[in-house]
């Protein structure tokens, strides 16, 4: 039995709920419940605050876990990180009220810092060889400069319009986060067999998620640029028509380029293009 520890309630609980999900673990699931056990998996599930997870792990009371980098690296534990997740992405960042100078880290020297990050936020600025002090507050972060508390912080930040509103302004990016796995050193062996089957569950969830299936009818003339453009997962699937002069083409493309890509097969005479979303993606 693996046990699993992830966000009680909070920016990860969502997106670490529908992972395991779409892994095809089940489980029962209630709002007052700290665990819970998988119904066709030997998993654990343990509902903790994401601070509490780095250390559960560290110590084996969770074999593995899924918490922010920003946490996980602030709490000196990055060795613990076995697999990025792709969700949760955030990033560290000073910020300064709107009007005042900054020219460079520099400026900050002797500066008060308002943070929750004092560990990540005094690695950066060592670096630079700034000197600042540093108060470290574990909320509320962003009101430290209205209030005379410090004349910067260093926050999270997703959309920015938490800085935008309290009159402040991006100046550094010092770290980028994402959800991570992350894992107990020295599993047993069991265990180990477990969480590699879990991990292969994940990565191809992680891979249909960025992947789109396309299917596409194109004039027979036109199927060498077609090969082209679609490489496939080996190569595309080609089907001749009924019409004579044209074929269906079938492929599996990367969700990024995507838009990109249907612009192109439609300059060269594609036409009825279908995009279809991929549940698993396996080997
Ligand atoms: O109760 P518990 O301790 O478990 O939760 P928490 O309140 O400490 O954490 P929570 O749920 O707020 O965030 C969990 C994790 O989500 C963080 O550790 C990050 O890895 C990640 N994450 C992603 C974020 C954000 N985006 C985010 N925008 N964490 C916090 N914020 C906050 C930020 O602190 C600031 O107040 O949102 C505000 C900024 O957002 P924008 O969009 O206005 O820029
Ligand atoms: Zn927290």
Not at 164 to 172: D, F, T, W, Y
Request: glycine residues 10%; charged residues 20%; hydrophobic residues 45%.
């Amino acid at each position: 039995m693996l046990r699993l520890a992830i966000q009680k309630s909070g920016r990860l609980s969502d997106d670490s709920l529908a992972l395991i999900r779409e892994c095809g673990i089940s489980f029962a699931s209630s709002t007052y419940k700290l665990k819970v056990e998988a119904t066709n998996f030997p998993l654990e599930i343990l509902f903790l605050r994401d601070d509490d997870i780095p250390g559960y792990v560290r110590d084996g009371v969770a074999d593995l876990g899924i918490v922010g980098q920003n946490v996980l690296v602030e709490a000196g534990a990055a060795d613990l990180e076995i697999e990025a997740l792709g969700f949760s992405k955030c990033r560290l960042s000073l910020a300064v009220p709107r009007g005042d100078a900054y020219g460079s880290v520099a400026d900050l020297q002797g500066k008060n810092i308002a943070t929750s990050y004092p560990h990540i936020l005094g690695d950066y600025l060592a670096g630079h060889g700034v000197q600042a002090h540093l108060h470290t507050i574990s909320g509320s972060v962003e009101i430290a400069p209205s209030i005379g508390l410090a004349e910067a912080i260093c926050d999270i930040v997703s959309s920015g319009s938490t800085l935008l509103g309290n009159g402040l302004r991006e100046v550094e990016t010092i770290f980028r986060s994402e959800a991570v796995l992350i894992a107990a050193p020295g599993l047993s062996s069991d265990k180990q067999e477990l969480l590699d089957q879990l991990r292969f569950r994940m990565q191809a969830v992680r891979r249909a998620r960025r992947s789109k299936y396309i299917v596409l009818n194109a004039p027979a003339a036109a199927l060498d640029q077609v090969r082209a453009l679609l490489p496939g997962i080996k190569a595309p699937t080609v089907t001749p028509l009924a019409e004579p002069g044209w074929v269906s083409v079938q492929s599996v493309v990367d969700e990024d380029n995507f838009w990109h890509l249907t612009g192109q097969l439609q300059a060269i005479g594609a036409e009825g293009i279908l995009v279809l979303g991929i549940e698993k993606m396996v080997g």
